[in-house]
T-cell receptor
């Protein structure tokens, strides 16, 4: 299934590095999401873009910076991360949120990030 | 605090056994409910969802779930599991007023031959 792709699949970076995660969806959707999946914790929503507008920032530290240049692409820019930021970062997409209309999110394979 | 609870963190079953995984949530108002599955080495996949209507919903691979509004529950069931059902199962709740998909911690299912 190639509906939502993410690159790279694995990333190791030092605390002073700057890197970016990329997500692309091929489903014609209008909303995209970043989630963080840490061991022994539920998936945590980080950011939501709905029709290219950032509609939610779930109290994420500024060392994570999202970018959504169009409805098919989503980036997560990383800088001066901490070891506790090591996790699986998942991208998802959906048709797009409209008031009162249920929506279904489809997930990519994730980027396994290790911060040394 | 609003939350999604999955009571069984690890479940081990023999093939052909019946499965029921519990999911409870604490959100008031209208909610949309989902079960996702993550097979080893694969990404999260939608198993089934409930938006409205018949509270018994059927998903892929013989799974079904029942929404019981009075119990704030959305339990996942399968009458007879197979080895290939070994995976991690996540319950998720979307309050109808928001964007967030709130996940439980997941249940790891191991099916032995």
């Amino acid at each position: 299934e190639t509906g939502v792709t993410q690159t790279p699949r694995h990333l190791v970076m030092g605390m002073t590095n700057k890197k970016s995660l990329k997500c692309e969806q091929h489903l014609g959707h209008n909303a995209m999401y970043w989630y963080k999946q840490s061991a022994k914790k539920p998936l945590e929503l980080m950011f939501v873009y709905n029709f290219k507008e950032q509609t939610e920032n779930n109290s994420v530290p500024s060392r994570f910076s999202p970018e959504c240049p169009n409805s098919s692409h989503l980036f997560l820019h990383l800088h001066t991360l901490q070891p506790e930021d090591s996790a699986l970062y998942l991208c998802a997409s959906s048709q797009g949120q409209r008031a009162g209309v249920p929506d279904t999110q489809y997930f990519g394979p994730g980027t396994r990030l290790t911060v040394l | 605090a609003q939350s999604v609870s999955q009571h069984n963190h690890h479940v081990i079953l023999s093939e052909a056994a019946s499965l029921e995984l519990g999911c409870n949530y604490s959100y008031g108002g209208t909610v949309n409910l989902f079960w996702y599955v993550q097979y080893p080495g694969q990404h999260l996949q939608l198993l089934l969802k409930y938006f409205s209507g018949d509270p018994l919903v059927k998903g892929i691979k013989g799974f079904e779930a029942e929404f019981i509004k009075s119990k704030f529950s959305f339990n996942l069931r399968k009458p007879s599991v197979q080895w290939s059902d070994t995976a991690e199962y996540f319950c998720a709740v979307n309050p109808n007023s928001g964007y967030a998909l709130n996940f439980g911690k997941g249940t790891s299912l191991l099916v032995t031959p």
